[in-house]
Nanobody, 116 residues
Framework: QVQLVESGGGLAQPGGSLRLSCAGSGSIPSIDAMGWFRQAPGKGRELVALISIRGRIDYAEDVKGRFTISRDGTKPTVWLQMNNLKPEDTAVYYC??????????WGHGTQVTVSS
């Protein structure tokens, strides 16, 4: 069974930093891209950042210049460095993996709360 396990969420003050990690385990299929989505209370799930196996990176407009996504080139692991956090970054962050074939894989989510 394939699992994506997130870690690194928690509480940060405005202007602070957090680093999220996601590691895949089990029979991981061929992956085209991995990334992070988030869902704030009362809102839909939205893309935060995505990195393809070829290195293409996409960021949501409101995190550009503050968040950095990176990946391990040899195993299904991805990180999200979040700097200059804002209260509006508060959400549950989900790791996502997009296989070459089949449905997307999702982690269970990790809570990020930005508050003074």
């Amino acid at each position: 069974q394939v699992q994506l396990v997130e870690s690194g969420g928690g509480l940060a003050q405005p202007g602070g930093s957090l680093r999220l990690s996601c590691a895949g385990s089990g029979s991981i299929p061929s992956i085209d891209a991995m990334g992070w989505f988030r869902q704030a209370p009362g809102k839909g799930r939205e893309l935060v950042a995505l990195i393809s196996i070829r290195g293409r990176i996409d960021y949501a407009e409101d995190v550009k210049g503050r968040f950095t996504i990176s990946r391990d080139g040899t195993k299904p692991t991805v990180w999200l460095q979040m700097n200059n956090l804002k209260p509006e970054d508060t959400a549950v962050y989900y790791c996502n993996a997009q296989p070459t074939y089949g449905q997307d894989l999702w982690g269970h989510g990790t809570q990020v709360t930005v508050s003074s």
